[in-house]
């Protein structure tokens, strides 16, 4: 069972070894409704935790995703460009945004854990 | 992810007759012009906009402003009217509707509206008009202080206004109410049903064929819930009503027109009759007839982008040299047009059709194209 944290912004992340996969939490997706268009970043992008590196829009409104921990983006997931609407269907699986190699894992202890998180986004409603 | 947030409301909102109807269908609410609205039901914006095309959608529009100007003795109420809008309202046959603006004097818009001839000789010295929910308090103020010595403003605020739109609307609504079938579009007519008094019109804000029904607000739900027990009808949030119009090519009051911008610039120069143009004779004709007989500086277009990225309000609108040329007052995905839809204003030499522009979305020109509105084919009514 790999390791998966969640940030107060409702992105997740998944380590596997140095690599994290990053997507929105199914939360996320609830609120924002159908989800037309994912921005993603380019690969190579080095960010630092907190940093805007994606965009979500929904037929509403446009929301940034933050980085939930340091590092270099490995690779995206293309197949949202045709198909945004995988981030309803999937958020947390093929609905995914992005890898990247985490340069600092101590950051994820400043992440949530699964319990955590659920707990948090019980008060938020 | 930081979802953008509607500001505290500094007063309590204002609950329209059908709140708790909304609140049992499970919408999601939200403030708007100080009412607790649905944004979404269930459905979702995407799928209600598509059933709204395709079969029959009901929206809650109870928040927007309805009022009857009556005019005291002696005074002709469509005369007295002209003198605020430079819509030809003179000539409105009894049961006829017609879409005009309150101008300032200098041309601007003070809103959008509809005004209704009464069908009644009794009433004939009435006008129905029906404003938008964030204008109608400045709206009224306007046309009492305007107005106030000929004519006399009441405020229908214990009415609700209900409004089914789509293909199935004129099926859906005449199971219930058999005259509707023979309403003709921008036609409206006041039936008495059940010992309800309804107002019901043949317009929208859709582009596609609908009626809007104005109701004692005690009768609301029941009637509500009758035209949401077809099978055609979905109950549909201001999410959608907004991807709806913008589709349709139509102006949302505060974004693509404001006290800012004269009709002409907003291409809503079709709405200012012919006898009124010639003559004036309302708030601002003279900017507005330089602008007619000369073009405007501005102009309001349709914009559609390549790719799949929407481009919002705000955004800059930019020429191949990467000069601001306009802004764009409103933007979405449009759900049936399946790509991203615009409008707003260009200097007038970028507006033709056809024209290719870039919109500035987060510091990238996309590729855009100006083209002629609605974005989807307008399926309103043909009056035989």
């Known amino acids: ?125 | 992810m930081a979802a953008s947030r509607a500001p505290e409301p500094t007063e309590p909102l204002r609950q329209t007759p059908l709140h708790g109807l909304h609140l049992s269908l499970g919408a999601k609410m939200v403030p708007f012009a100080g009412y607790d609205m649905p944004v979404q039901y269930p459905l979702g914006i995407l799928k209600e906009h598509l059933h709204t095309r395709a079969a029959a959608g009901l929206f809650d529009v109870s928040h927007m402003g309805q009022a009857v100007l009556r005019a005291k003795p002696g005074i002709d109420i469509a005369e007295c009217f002209e003198q605020l809008v430079p819509g030809n309202i003179r000539d409105l046959k009894p049961g006829q509707m017609r879409y005009t603006t309150l101008l300032t004097g200098t041309g601007g818009i003070i809103d959008d509206l509809m005004v209704t001839r009464p069908v009644a000789p009794e009433h004939a010295d009435k006008l129905f008009l029906v404003v938008n929910a964030a204008r109608k308090a400045v709206d009224f103020a306007h046309i009492s202080a305007a107005l106030g010595d000929r004519a006399e403003l009441k405020p229908l605020d214990t009415r609700a206004l209900l409004a089914l739109q789509g293909p199935a609307a004129a099926e859906v609504l005449s199971a219930h109410i058999p005259q509707t079938e023979s309403l003709g579009f921008m036609q409206a007519q006041r039936i008495e049903i059940d010992g309800a008094d309804l107002i019901v019109s043949r317009c929208g804000y859709t582009g596609e064929d609908g009626f809007e029904i104005s109701i004692p607000a005690e009768y609301a739900a029941t009637w509500a819930e009758k035209l949401l027990a077809a099978h055609a009808v979905e109950a549909i949030g201001l999410g959608a009503r907004d991807s709806l119009r913008l589709e349709a090519g139509l102006c949302l009051y505060g974004h693509d027109i404001d006290e800012t911008t004269t009709p002409v610039e907003a291409a809503l120069g079709w709405s200012i009759g012919k006898r009124r143009r010639a003559e004036g004779g309302f708030p601002g004709a003279a900017i507005i007839q330089k602008q007619l007989a000369d073009g405007p500086s501005r102009l309001r277009v349709g914009l559609a982008l390549e790719g799949r990225a929407p481009a919002r309000e705000g955004a800059a609108i930019v020429d191949a040299a990467g000069q601001k040329i306009g802004q764009v007052t409103s933007g979405t995905f449009g759900p049936s047009v399946g790509g991203p839809v615009a409008m707003g204003y260009v200097d007038s030499a970028f507006a033709k059709p056809g024209r290719t522009l870039a919109i500035l979305v987060r510091g990238k020109a996309l590729a855009a194209k100006v083209v002629a509105m609605p974005f989807t084919e307008k399926h309103f009514h043909r009056n035989d």
Not at chain 1, 4 to 15: C, M, P, S, V
Not at chain 1, 24 to 46: C, N, R, S
Not at chain 1, 55 to 82: C, F, M, Q, W
């Open chain 1, 1 to 125: 069972m790999s390791d998966i944290r969640f940030t107060e912004e409702h992105e997740w992340i998944r380590l596997d070894g140095d690599v994290g996969t990053v997507g929105i939490t199914d939360y996320a997706q609830e609120q924002l409704g159908d989800i037309v268009f994912v921005e993603l970043p380019e690969q190579g992008k080095t960010v630092k935790q907190g940093d805007e590196i994606a965009v979500v829009e929904s037929v509403k409104a446009a929301s940034e995703i933050y980085a939930p921990v340091t590092g270099e983006v490995t690779d995206t997931n293309g197949a949202l460009e045709e198909a945004p609407e995988t981030v309803n269907a999937e958020a947390e699986d093929g609905g995914w945004f992005f890898r990247m190699r985490v340069t600092d894992p101590g950051e994820l202890s400043t992440l949530m854990d699964s319990d955590a998180y659920k707990s948090y986004i019980a008060e938020l409603d």
